[in-house]
């Protein structure tokens, strides 16, 4: 089949050995990225197979580019069994979740992946005309699923460092808490990457009315390293109404499969549950437990990500581009022109980006894919973008 994106079926410049020289990664990560290239069935060694999608590099959607370690992706195939049946042995994955947490199992809900949860909240929380109280950009998707049960949103601007702005929310939330069904707080928010730190979390619980539910929804937990952040999940413990929601899509790998789940109080977990549809799948819930048990993988899914997210950000800061300082396994950089055709332009490369988040249309996402990806989207970005003020062809290509 004809190459569509040549760059990316070339063997491209050598692979993995050249991109781990290029972006000059420690001898450590470049040999926790070497497992890791390994992973998920060996995808990552088919990076130029035939069809569009595998050629690409995907740095649009905040994925593991990895794939499952082996011993997931063990666990999924042992449970292909169970394909014919309802009620099979599932590793117990519920108490195994709590158990991770230190919590009851009545303090879980599963759900096929974080974002049936955001779902679920909706249909629970907000039905009846309620409101969700969130910032603006974040996860949208609370918002879809609010509108989806006619409900309406108070969404605030983010402060000028990119921060959420808490003492707004507390504000809105007490000025019209008898609609609010609930806040909803993304713990490091998506598409920006900024933290909130444990005190503004505690500074919200503790400033509006007590009954009010709060969403901490920390799909990206596992990437931080900021010591001012906190997991919320202590305050479920505590017994307040705070729903804290996680992914195993992100640091498991797991997106195509789909499994996250919300820890909360009981009372509010039977609110929740008459709505969620149990639509979880034997192998996810095998390799589920599983995943919780294989932390070193984690580990080095997190020790290669946030080195090359640091390598790629010092590089574009290097080049004249302003970036938003990231807890997460993706950041953004301001391009001071609109976002969209250098979106096109990057596709047209063979780089998949992230979408515009309005209102912050000047500001591209970048997702931190493979060291091989990451190569890929700097030669892209270089040969797109000026570099101090200069076309990146004119000043000739390391
Ligand atoms: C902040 C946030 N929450 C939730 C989700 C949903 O993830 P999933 O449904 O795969 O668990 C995402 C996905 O990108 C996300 O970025």
């Known amino acids: 089949m004809e190459a569509k994106h040549p760059l990316s079926r070339r063997g491209f410049v050598g692979g993995l050995a050249t991109a781990v020289g290029y972006l000059s990664l420690s001898p450590s990560t470049a040999r926790a990225a070497e497992v890791l290239m390994r992973q998920g069935g060996g995808a990552m060694d088919r990076p130029f197979a035939v069809d569009d ?28 069994k169970y394909s014919n049946r309802y009620s099979y042995p ?18 879980i809900l599963l759900g096929a992946g974080s974002g049936e949860l955001l779902s679920v909240a909706a249909l629970a929380l907000l039905s ?11 996860f949208m998707t609370v918002y879809q699923y609010a509108t989806g049960v006619k409900a309406d949103s108070i969404r605030l601007p983010l402060l000028a460092d990119y921060r959420q702005d808490i003492p707004a929310m507390i504000h809105a939330t007490r000025n019209n808490w008898r609609d609010v069904g ?14 909130i730190t444990s005190a503004e979390v505690k500074s919200l619980l503790d400033g509006i009315p007590e009954d009010v539910p709060v969403l901490i929804d920390e799909a990206y937990h596992h990437f931080v390293n900021d010591s001012a952040y906190a997991t919320a999940v202590p305050y479920v413990k505590e017994g307040r109404p705070v729903i804290v929601t996680r992914t195993f899509s992100k640091i498991a790998a797991l997106a195509g499969m789909r499994l996250g789940y919300a820890v909360a109080p009981p009372e509010l ?5 008459p709505h969620s549809i149990g639509s979880i799948n034997a192998l996810v819930k095998l390799g589920g437990v599983a995943a919780l ?30 970036i938003i300082p990231s807890d997460a396994n993706f950041f953004m950089v301001n391009l001071k022109r609109p976002v969209q055709p250098v979106i096109d332009d990057f596709k047209k490369k063979g780089v998949l980006v992230g979408r515009p988040f309005p209102p912050m249309t000047q500001h591209l996402r970048v997702s931190i894919g493979s060291p091989t990806e990451m190569l890929r989207f700097m030669t892209a970005f270089r040969e ?14 390391r």
Do not use: W
Request: proline share 7%.
């Open 182 to 195: 609930f806040v909803y707080l993304c713990n490091p928010n998506n598409p920006t990457g900024r933290i």
């Open 269 to 273: 977990i039977n609110r929740l549950r």
């Open 53 to 80: 999608y595998d050629s690409y590099a995907k740095l649009a959607a905040n994925e593991n580019p990895y794939g499952p370690p082996e011993s997931v992706m063990n666990a999924m195939t042992q449970a292909f």
């Open 128 to 138: 009846g005309g309620r409101k969700v109280v969130g910032v603006d950009p974040t």
């Open 384 to 397: 797109i973008m000026p570099v101090n003020g200069k076309a990146a062809g004119d000043m000739g290509k």
């Open 293 to 322: 048990r294989d932390t070193e993988s984690q580990v080095r899914v997190k020790q290669v990500t946030i080195e090359l997210r640091e390598k790629t950000t010092r590089e574009l800061q290097g080049i004249g581009y302003e």
């Open 90 to 107: 599932d590793g117990n994955l519920v108490a195994e979740i709590a158990k991770h947490h230190d919590v009851s199992p009545d303090n």
